[in-house]
C-alpha cells in the first residue's frame, strides 16, 4: 500500500456520516457558503468554523472567497469538494473519482464565474428549506433536493430548472420546480420558460408548481402582471425578500425568508409556506412522483443508482469517542 493510500484510509477512518454527507451534498449542488454549511449542518458558528477548517486541512474540502471589488472586500468563504474528499465519497460508491465526475479545476472556476451569485443564490433558498426542516420528522419537510444539474439530466427535453424539491407535510406531498432570478435577465426571458413546464405537465400527465423566488416586491409584481396575462397550464408560484403582503419580524434572519409566508400562487391574494402549498397543490403521499418517469415512453429517464441524490439533511449524530480531528 502507497503512502497516499495509507494516508487516505486514515483520514476515511476518522470522517463522521455528516462529512461524508456534506461530500456528497458538495458534490451536488458544486458550492456551499460557510454560512450555508452552517444552516444545513451544525447548531453552531463556532463548531462550523472549527470543523470545516479541519476538513479543509485534510484537503477533503476546498475553499475560497471572492473578491467582491474595490471598496466591496471579500465574501464569506464558499466550499467546494476537495480531492481527498472525493476520493472518499467515491470509494464509499464503488468508485474512483474520475468515475465520480470530480473535476477540481472546474469546481474552482466556479468561484470566478459570473454563474456563481446564481448558483449560492439557488442553494440559499432550498438551504432555508433544510434548515426549516431540521426539527421535524425524517418524512415531513424539504425530503428531496436535486441540483439544476440533475434536474436538466432527466428533463432536458423540456425544460432546465435551477432546482427540483419534494416537501412533505401530514400525508401530502408537493413536487415542485424552483427558478430562481437574479434580476440580470429580462423578465421576458422567464416568462419564455413556463411553456416548456406546460409540455412536461402534459406529458407526464403531473403537474408541479413552479416556484419563482425574486429579487425584490418591483420586480415580483412586475412579472406577475405579465405571467397573468399568458394561461399558463401549471400553477405558478412567486415569492421575494420582505414583500409587503407577507407578515414578517425584525428578528426574522432574512436569509431563511423562502421559508416563510412569502409564497404567493398566481391569481391569489394570500401568501402561504410551504405547508400551505403543500394543502393546496401536493398529492397524497402514495402518488408516483414526478421523478418516476416523467415519460412513459421515454426510456432514457432511468435513474443512474450509482450517483443517488443525497438526501437533503444531515445524519442523525452519533456520539462516540473524541476525535483527534478536532469538533465533529
Known amino acids: 500500500m502507497s503512502g497516499a493510500e495509507q494516508r487516505l484510509l486514515e483520514v ?12 456528497a451534498m458538495l458534490h451536488e449542488h458544486r458550492v456551499l457558503t460557510s454560512h450555508q454549511l452552517t444552516r444545513l449542518a451544525f447548531d453552531g458558528d463556532r463548531m462550523a468554523r472549527m470543523r470545516l477548517a479541519t476538513l479543509h486541512r485534510l484537503q477533503t474540502v476546498d475553499r475560497m472567497r471572492p473578491y467582491y471589488g474595490q471598496g466591496r472586500g471579500t465574501g464569506p468563504y464558499h466550499y467546494m469538494l476537495g480531492p481527498v474528499g472525493a476520493a472518499i465519497l467515491a470509494a464509499g ?17 466556479w468561484v470566478s464565474s459570473p454563474r456563481l451569485g446564481h448558483l449560492v443564490g439557488v442553494n440559499a433558498v432550498f438551504t432555508a428549506w433544510v434548515y426549516a426542516s431540521r426539527t421535524r420528522p425524517d418524512n415531513e419537510g ?23 424539491g419534494t416537501w412533505q407535510a401530514g400525508q401530502r406531498r408537493l413536487d415542485f420546480f424552483v427558478e430562481f432570478d437574479t434580476g440580470t435577465e429580462s423578465l421576458s426571458q422567464i416568462v419564455r420558460k413556463i411553456p416548456g413546464y406546460t409540455r412536461l405537465a402534459a406529458s407526464s400527465g403531473l403537474t408541479s408548481p413552479v416556484l419563482i423566488w425574486l429579487p425584490s416586491a418591483y420586480r415580483e409584481r412586475e412579472l406577475r402582471a405579465r405571467l397573468a396575462a399568458t394561461p399558463a397550464g401549471v400553477v405558478l408560484v412567486t415569492a421575494a425578500p420582505a414583500p409587503l403582503t ?6 426574522d434572519p432574512p436569509d431563511l425568508a423562502p421559508a416563510r409566508q412569502v409564497w404567493l ?19 397524497p403521499i402514495r402518488t408516483r412522483p414526478p421523478a418516476d418517469n416523467p415519460d412513459p415512453h421515454d426510456h432514457h429517464n432511468n435513474h443512474d443508482e450509482t450517483d443517488p441524490a443525497p438526501t437533503p439533511r444531515p445524519p442523525t449524530p452519533q456520539f462516540g469517542p473524541r476525535s483527534p480531528l478536532g469538533p465533529a
Not at 460508491?93 to 472556476?109: F, N
Not at 425530503?143 to 427540483?164: H, K, M, N
Open 265 to 283: 400562487p398566481l391569481h391569489t391574494t394570500t401568501r402561504t409556506d410551504l405547508d400551505g402549498l403543500t394543502t393546496r397543490y401536493g398529492t
Open 142 to 164: 424539504l425530503t428531496v433536493w436535486w441540483s439544476e444539474r440533475r434536474a436538466a439530466a432527466l428533463w432536458r427535453q423540456w425544460i432546465r430548472p435551477d432546482g427540483y
Open 246 to 251: 407577507a407578515p414578517t419580524t425584525a428578528a
Open 93 to 109: 460508491r464503488g468508485q474512483s473519482a474520475a468515475d465520480l465526475g470530480y473535476r477540481r479545476d472546474k469546481l474552482h472556476a
Open 12 to 23: 476515511a477512518g476518522r470522517m463522521t456520516s455528516r462529512d461524508r454527507w456534506m461530500f
